[in-house]
């Protein structure tokens, strides 16, 4: 993990940094993946597959839409607003 | 004996028996707090003006006679649970000034026996650490010595019920942040095994590892609060319709015969002496108690937290990009859409969700996902695979909750070095199965020392069995002695 690594991340996470934090997660990302790389020893074993876990399912109730009961409770949230809706800078410049 | 060292149990008959009110325990409990967690900060906020409608409420009910065993018991909840109305800043500023819009499916059932709610407590942010210095309000102290660390990312529960703040408390465990503080504060903290509690209304941190988690003095406590908000939910698809027993029946079960593993890479190095020793110690008790124990091998323990720091930072990435700005919680200002989000992001988090988010960002990138996500994910089945296979031979493990007692405030300043202070708690996670962290003994200097017990998926009862069993077995006060 270099510089360049922590900027195209960084990016793709929607974060920023100044030089000196960059430097310093570039220290400490870099100690952790170390520590995460021993993962990389473990042999491939395919046989064992996660459908074989008899818990990994979902439960699912039906697709039915529901009446939301206070809407105001959610828009007094937003940190902008107008009228009954959430007011956001333009998405389409 | 004061009111603030009651059990939820001998609170319950005192108000079934009309020797004290709902309002009078929890007046008494919230006038205590008001001093004393000034230097403890394990709140971020006390509820008072609900505590006193919930103490109405339950007083009425009480004397209606349609009392329930929590009717009128204060509690406390972590930061990260919502309540309708009430805050929820997951101790981030980027939800300062939030208020939850919903109530969290278990908190609902808990409200159903009208228990009274004291107050939201501290936590490291969005629950990442071990410690609660990753708080963006300040620390909370370890009652046992304020110099020390409670433990976390739960650590404001753990130290609330420590200190007699409240009689029960809930937080989340993604990877030990209730067993972990639980041991560090001498108080018995339970992570349900994952599926059996919904976590609908908790504020999500890795979605496939989080579980709610309970804190109390007894196990026996800590049983009928676990009856009271297991089970299936429709707004969690991942609680899982399997038949919760009757827990507090079950107590008094026999541990006679139980078949108890002893994991012998839980106990390779690293261990404080005086831990292994109170562990060791305990190891007898089971044996006099008339469980038979055994060693036994969970082969891929070595890669737990590895396999943790990567499947929860990816988990983390995804579920902490909705915090940006536009629909509730802290925003910056920026002259474009993209910069409001990126500002209100960068001011809004804290320095350990940045970290995590980046590792899982990379993590999750084309070209890593496979070397480090698929595979963690293989490595996630052979842990659980190692636990499935123990529990042929065995109904419990017992291991150390933690490697060491409670360390001091800014003792670990590198992120590795907080992260194994879960070394022992977070294959419990990795694999789905519930656990348990009682008080065992306590160290020469005065701090509190858990074990742990495991237990298979879905027999949270054995848990409760056998540590109920261990408690009234051991004759010992865990009571902070509350000093600087």
């Given at each position: ?21 960059k ?5 400490e ?10 993962i990389?020893n ?7 597959k996660l ?9 699912l ?5 529901e009446?939301?009961a ?8 937003a ?7 959430v ?6 410049e | ?7 939820v149990?001998?609170?319950?008959e005192?108000?079934l ?17 008001k001093?004393l967690?000034?230097?403890l ?12 409608q ?13 009392a ?7 509690y ?11 805050q929820?800043?997951a101790?981030?500023k ?5 208020k ?17 709610l ?6 490291d ?7 609660t ?25 753990a ?15 993604t ?21 059996r ?8 941190l890795?979605s496939s ?14 049983a009928l609060?676990a009856q ?7 707004y ?5 319709n ?12 026999d ?8 994991p012998?890479?839980?106990?390779a190095?690293g ?11 305990a ?10 124990v ?14 943790y720091?990567?499947?929860?930072p990816?988990e983390v990435?995804?579920n902490?990009?909705r ?13 474009t859409?993209?910069?409001?989000y ?11 969700p940045k ?9 999750s990138?084309a ?7 698929k ?16 529990f ?26 907080m992260y194994l ?22 160290t020469?200097s005065?701090?509190?020392v ?29 009571k902070p002695?509350?000093?600087?």
């Open positions: 993990m270099n510089i360049t690594d922590v900027e195209n991340i960084s990016k793709l996470a929607k974060l920023k940094f100044s030089d000196e934090e430097k310093k997660l570039e220290h990302l870099s100690d952790i993946l170390n520590y995460v790389d021993q990389k473990l042999t491939e074993k395919s046989e064992i459908s074989e876990d008899p818990d990994a399912l979902n439960i109730r039906d697709d039915v839409a009446p939301l206070a809407p105001e409770k959610f828009l007094e949230q940190p902008g607003r107008e009228g009954d809706f007011k956001v800078k333009s998405i389409l | 004996m004061e009111l603030h060292e009651l059990t149990k001998e609170a319950s005192k108000l028996n009309k020797e004290i009110s709902a309002k009078e325990l929890s007046g008494a409990l919230l006038d205590r707090a001093t967690d000034k230097d900060h394990a709140f971020l906020a006390f509820t008072e003006e609900r505590a006193k919930d103490a109405d409420s339950a007083d009425a009910a009480i004397k209606q006679d349609r329930m065993p929590l009717t009128g018991i204060p406390a909840v972590k930061d990260n649970i919502l309540i309708e109305g009430i929820a800043t101790g981030s980027i939800l300062e000034n939030y939850a819009t919903y109530t969290a499916t278990s908190m609902k059932r808990l409200m159903n026996q009208l228990p009274v004291i107050g939201k407590t501290n936590l942010e969005f629950a990442m650490g071990s410690s210095e990753n708080s963006a309000y300040g620390p909370t102290k370890n009652p046992y010595d304020m110099s020390r660390v409670p433990g976390g990312s739960s650590g404001g529960s130290a609330a019920v420590a200190s007699g703040q409240a009689l029960f408390a809930f937080g989340t465990d990877g030990g942040s209730v067993r972990q503080p639980a041991s560090f504060c001498g108080v018995v903290g339970f992570k349900p095994t994952y599926g509690i919904s976590r609908y209304g908790l504020i999500a890795g590892l989080d579980q709610l988690g309970i804190f109390a003095k007894t196990v026996e406590d800590v609060i009271t908000v297991s089970g299936p939910d429709e969690d698809s991942t609680a899982l399997k038949p919760v027993a009757d827990y507090t029946s079950l107590l008094n079960n541990v006679k015969g139980m078949r108890i593993g002893i012998k890479e839980y106990f190095s261990i404080d002496p005086e831990v292994e020793k109170i562990v060791k110690d190891i007898k008790r089971f044996q006099d108690l008339g469980a038979t055994g060693e036994v091998s969970l082969p891929h323990t070595e890669y737990a937290l590895a396999t720091y990567i499947i929860l990816v990435s995804a902490l990009s915090y940006d700005g536009q629909r509730y919680g802290f925003s910056a200002p920026g002259k859409l993209e910069e409001v990126v500002n209100s992001r960068s001011l809004g988090f804290g320095a350990e970290r995590r988010i980046m590792i899982g960002t990379y993590a990138s070209g890593y996902s496979d070397a480090y996500y595979k963690a994910k293989l490595a996630q089945q052979l842990i659980r695979k190692d636990f499935t296979d123990a042929e031979k065995f109904d419990l493990l017992i291991t150390p909750t933690t490697p060491t007692p409670a360390f001091k405030l800014g003792e670990k300043s590198d992120p590795l070095s202070a879960d070394i022992f708690t977070v294959g419990l996670n990795i694999a789905g199965v519930p656990g348990i962290s009682i008080p065992a003994g306590m020469q005065g701090l509190p858990g074990i742990q017990l495991v237990a298979p998926h879905f027999a949270e009862e054995k848990l409760f069995t056998a540590g109920h069993a261990f408690q009234k077995s051991l004759d010992q006060k865990f002695t509350l000093t600087k």
